[in-house]
């Protein structure tokens, strides 16, 4: 455990929990990571709209922004049109942030990325290896790269102090 810990694992590693656990883990992980991304699509979004406002701004005639005064339609005023806008660019920027403030444990350096994924295709390997010269029987790939996959630390979160 204090090896574990000192290799920046945490309290409760992967490394130590059932196969079962392991791949369970992983998954809920995918999720998560899935789950932030479509927050990236509703600023995708968000900006789409601030687009097709800013090209409605310009248009005259059938194109143009209108607004409601009363019963009627009108073209849509330049102080409605500013306030509309400076909506849709404090939403962006809310979102945005609270993103950023949401994912910014998770951040990994990429030169950590670099050296997990050379640490997964190192294992891979080693195993395909395996197989090839008769080591072992291709039924236990899957299990020993799972075990060797608990065996790779997973690259650290949170800002990299420069």
Known sequence: MT????QG?????IKYQSDSEYIEQV???AEEAHGSLSVREEITLLRSHLQEVEK?????????????SGAHVVKMTDDVKIS???KLAE????LSRDTYVITESDYVDISQVKVWLWNIWLCVQKNIKKVVTGEMNVNDLELAVQNDFKE???????????
């Open 3 to 6: 090896i574990a810990l000192q």
């Open 9 to 13: 694992y945490p309290v409760d590693p």
């Open 27 to 29: 998954r809920k992980m």
């Open 152 to 162: 790779i630390p997973l690259p650290k979160t949170g800002r990299k102090n420069k």
């Open 91 to 94: 939403a962006i920027s809310k």
């Open 84 to 86: 509309l806008l400076v």
């Open 56 to 68: 409605l701004w310009s248009k005259e005639g059938a194109g143009e922004l209108q607004m409601k």
